[in-house]
C-alpha cells in the first residue's frame, strides 16, 4: 500500500495548523497532572483528539497509537501511525519554544519509515520555525526543501541528552558539550539537523518519542541503539504501550560506538 500524497498534504496542513493554534494557546494554559506526575494541558488532548479523527478519515486501513488517547489495535494494518500531540509538554507548559507536534509513520513491519514534525517556535537557523516532512519511501524535507546532511557526523563533539540524565550517566569521559532542549522529538533530530551536533542520549521512552525521529534519522543515514550497540526496534510491548526502559544513543554506527564507552549509565563502571 502506497500512501497518498494528497492525503498526506491534507495531514500536513492539519499539522502546521494544530501547532499554530498550540503556540497561541501557550501563554495562557490549563495544567494538569497525569497518574504518572507528568502533565497534560488541553492543548494535548485537542490536538490528539483532532489528529486521531483526521487520521482515521483519510487513512482508514492503518492504524493509530497516540500518547493522550486509547485506540484499536491493527497489528496487520498496512502501516501506522504514532501520535505525540505536544512532544515536550512539560516545557510547552512553562513557555520554552522547544515543543513540537509529532507523528511517526512504521511500515507494516513496524519499521519507521516517515514522519511530520512541527516545532512552531524552535527555528533552526530560520526564525520561522520548523516543520520536518519525510513520506514512507519520499525525501527528507525541511520547511519544505529537501535536505540531506552536509557536515561529517562521526566525532562526539555536541550530543542532546534528557534533563534528568546527569543523574544516571557517568560523562566524565566525555570531553565534548551536552545540550537540553526538553523534547526528545527535538533531541533524536538535531544531529541531523544541527550541524555541530552529533549524537543524542536518551533515557526511558515510549513509542511516540522515538518514532517520528527515528525514521529521519534511518533516512539520513544514522540509527537508534542500545547501550549494548543493538539497533532499536519496535517489538509488541513497545508498541502496546511498555516503555522502552533502557539508555538509547543516536547518531552515525561509529558516533554511537564512541559515545557508548564515554558516556554510560553510572552503574556500568
Not at 562521526?154 to 545540550?179: C, Q
Not at 515510549?206 to 533516512?219: E, I, N
Not at 511498555?242 to 558516533?255: I, Q
Request: proline content about 6%; aromatic content about 8%.
Amino acid at each position: 500500500m502506497k500512501l497518498s500524497t494528497d492525503s498526506l498534504d491534507q495531514l500536513e496542513r492539519a499539522v502546521r495548523n494544530l501547532a499554530s493554534r498550540a503556540a497561541k494557546a501557550q501563554p495562557e494554559l490549563d495544567i494538569q497532572t497525569k497518574n504518572d506526575g507528568s502533565p497534560v494541558t488541553q492543548i494535548d488532548l485537542m490536538v490528539s483528539t483532532r489528529l486521531i479523527r483526521l487520521i482515521s478519515s483519510l487513512f482508514p486501513s492503518c492504524a493509530i497509537i497516540s500518547e493522550e488517547h486509547a485506540t484499536d489495535h491493527k497489528p496487520e494494518a498496512p502501516f501506522t501511525f504514532v501520535i505525540d500531540p505536544i512532544d515536550g509538554t512539560d516545557v510547552y507548559s512553562q513557555g520554552f519554544p522547544s515543543w513540537c507536534v509529532s507523528i511517526g509513520i512504521l511500515d507494516r513491519d513496524k519499521g519507521p519509515v516517515g514522519a511530520m514534525v512541527c516545532a512552531p517556535r524552535f527555528g533552526i537557523a530560520t526564525g520561522k520555525g520548523l516543520f520536518v516532512r519525510l513520506d514512507p519511501g519520499g525525501r527528507l524535507r525541511v520547511n519544505g526543501t529537501p535536505f540531506s546532511i552536509t557536515t561529517e557526523k562521526e566525532t562526539t563533539g555536541e550530543v542532546m541528552m534528557g534533563s534528568d540524565a546527569l543523574k544516571h550517566m557517568d560523562v566524565e569521559g566525555f570531553a565534548g558539550k551536552i545540550r537540553c532542549f526538553g523534547s526528545t522529538v527535538i533531541h533524536l533530530l538535531c544531529p541531523v539537523l544541527v550541524d555541530r551536533v552529533h549524537g543524542a542520549i536518551q533515557s526511558v521512552g515510549y513509542v511516540w518519542d522515538f518514532a517520528s525521529a527515528h525514521a529521519v534519522l534511518r533516512a539520513s543515514g544514522m540509527d537508534i541503539y542500545h547501550a549494548d550497540g543493538t539497533p532499536l526496534t519496535y517489538s509488541d510491548a513497545f508498541m502496546d504501550r511498555e516503555p522502552a526502559r533502557e539508555w538509547l544513543y543516536a547518531g552515525t554506527k561509529g558516533c554511537v560506538d564512541h559515545l557508548r564507552q564515554v558516556i554510560r549509565p553510572a552503574q556500568a563502571r
